[in-house]
């Protein structure tokens, strides 16, 4: 079945490709506990209990999971860095998707909860991580109550709880959930909302949660869909995993494309190898550009990445090409922009959501975030003059020191800054204020400069002399 | 007076009693204390402070960072149009101008009534079906103006009280988690020992 989709997973589509983690999306009923039991349900954890669990990590370690949240950190590495011999160890959920363009993980929470909580369990096992803490972001009522259920079903039928399936693995699974604010995504502020504070990311270093996470112990902090990789690859083994997509991008991804294109849509697709175009124009995928436009520019990593021009359709789903090319692959959210699209307009949306979810902690961000807003709409109100664009770049300078990455531009002439940047805040809040509308200024400067009011300089002479 | 009734303490108790420090439970208390009065009262945070060991301006602190607590009544239903990207790329500028219109209220407003308050929201992860917008956190998508008018109308004549719950109530679905069956919470520094399946042997 080529293009299907189905009412109950709104915007997915399913194509001739295989299938880690949306198997079960074709079920009406695929968060239940019967469904899940039907289609190898918990198999995957059966099957890592009855092997002691360093020997899973190194299973997980060599499948090369890359994390689905962002930064695309390999998971079994992660994992491997908390401290030898501290204890307690706890697994703590990404499940605050919230990054503009990104629609994957609730799909994942609200479809196939079962298999999340199965990840979780593996995670734990493998890792010796002493609880799990699973946190759902506020907005998403359906997730937290199809998580909830499913909970409750498992534990009844002791898949989670004490001796699970009658073996010495025991794990408390506890349903989290926030109540909005982006900002906790990351994952030092997912922690410090969990110990019920205000979200705002802690001080670097320790850079990873591992060494000193929730209660100042060692924690993990996965992405749903990471976590939900893990059922798959212990039934079928790292090699069947690494079998698909490329060695430095194996598996598959989840990926959300929306805008301004025919069929927009979640699909899982082959990692390290799908190109932006096939995934624009593939008759398999999103059939092109709406009513026959020409492609303006995509955002090919969710609101925080750098923008790309068709100069960079063929690039393929791999951070280590689109890195250098100026920007990243982020959570998997394009964004596309068709030959009709306001542009500063377009980036001023993006940069007012990351000046009004700035947590407030590092002033570049608090201030600058919100000058870039205020330059910005002025500048899109038909107001703004020369100055308001070299200002742009001036308060972007003091988020981001340095060159800001960029991609390359052939009619422009310019070349690719490569990814990443330089930041003087601790978390990428501040930088994603800045990335859109220095993409846009970059790329499109004739139109921003359509809309400065032109002023001449009078000179001032005395009335009399 | 608007503490947590009889009922909500004994939940905030078994709440509290998941996590290794009683803190955790902020959150979830401050839902349940909008679930019971549509939004969070003073009274409701000083008794969450009793609960969980903190203050009430810690409490506060805690709840006036995240955007779904309201500290005065909202309608019973909550609009939350999304503003981002995929949906400004998709019209949710006029989708907004149009309910200001309809209800004759700006964004951040309650209709004199009470039923309806109307908001400007940031990504709701639904960008694929945009634009989108959630009526107390329940999604619909890919909204035209005539649909937003009929739903005006339904929420304005009770038809959708069976589907959507009063402001307040997020999940209508509780996590149980049985007493035979839980692992329990321990504090952090009352754990020294690792994992007892960590023996380098096979758990099952």
Known sequence: MTGGTWKHAPGFYVGDRPQVVTSRFQYEDSYTLERYLATDGYKGLRSALARPANEIHDEVRSATVLGRGGAGFPAGNKWGLMPQEVWPRYLVVNGDESEPGTYKDRLLMERDPHQLIEGCLIASYAAGLSQCFLYIRGEMALAQERIATALNEAYAAGYVGKNILGSKFSLDIVLHWGAGAYVVGEETALIES???????????????????GLYGQPTI???????ANLPWLLNNGAAAYTAIGTATSPGTRMVAVSGHVNRPGVFEIINGITTFRDLLYGEEFCQGIRNGNDLKAFVPGGGSAPWFTPDQ???????????PAGSMLGSGAIMVMDSTTDIPRAALTLTRFYAHESCGKCTPCREGGTWLERILSRVVDGKGTDADLDQIFEVGESICPGAFPHASNEKLGIAAVPFPYRMNTICFVGPSAYAPVHSALTLFRSEFDARIVKRTMIKVTAVSE | MARLTEENVRLAREIIGRYPKPRSATIPLLHLAQEQDGYVTNEAMSHIGELVGASSAEVFGTASFYEMFKFEPVGKYLINICGTMSCALLGAEELMHHAEERLGIKMGSTTADGKITLERAECQAACTEAPCLQVNYRYRYRVTPDQLDSLIDDLSAGNLSSEIPAHGV??????????????GAVAPELVTENPVWLDGKAAL
């Open chain 1, 194 to 212: 969990l110990e019920g504070n205000r979200g705002m990311p802690r001080l670097k270093p320790p850079y990873f949660p591992a060494a000193n």
């Open chain 1, 221 to 227: 902090v996965n992405n749903v869909e990471t976590l």
């Open chain 1, 313 to 323: 359709l063929d690039l393929p789903f791999e951070a280590s090409q689109v890195g």
């Open chain 2, 170 to 183: 997020v999940a209508s679905v509780r996590q149980h988690i049985p007493a035979d069956r839980a692992v």
